[in-house]
Nanobody, 115 residues
Framework: VQLQASGGGLVQAGGSLRLSCAFS????????MAWHRQAPGNQRELVGIITSVGSTNYADSVKGRFTISREIAKRTLYLQMNSLKPEDTGVYYC??????????WGQGTQVTVSS
């Protein structure tokens, strides 16, 4: 599975961005897809996750502000980010996990939120 993230940029606090992650290859055995982020000096953390049946879950810090979704026909995973805060700044990565636990990662896309 290959993943290609895009959509990052510079935005003012309170603004919105939508990240996209185009995926290709065999996705038959993919059980979850997710967005993670990593701020400078911090560990990579899970932001939101969506299962093969469409169930979603989010980090407490983004609940009510971020929405993860996917369009299988377009082979694209999304992360809609609203009411952005400076602490949302970081490199955002999309990820897919197979049923056997193997993980696939896209390259990151930088999100910078100015105060």
């Amino acid at each position: 599975v290959q993943l290609q993230a895009s959509g990052g940029g510079l935005v003012q606090a309170g603004g919105s961005l939508r990240l996209s992650c185009a995926f290709s290859g065999s996705i038959f055995s993919i059980v979850t897809m997710a967005w993670h982020r990593q701020a400078p000096g911090n560990q990579r953390e899970l932001v939101g996750i969506i299962t093969s049946v469409g169930s979603t879950n989010y980090a407490d810090s983004v609940k009510g502000r971020f929405t993860i979704s996917r369009e299988i026909a377009k082979r694209t995973l999304y992360l809609q980010m609203n009411s952005l805060k400076p602490e949302d700044t970081g490199v955002y990565y999309c990820n897919a996990r197979r049923g056997d636990g193997l993980m696939f990662w896209g390259q990151g896309t930088q999100v910078t939120v100015s105060s």
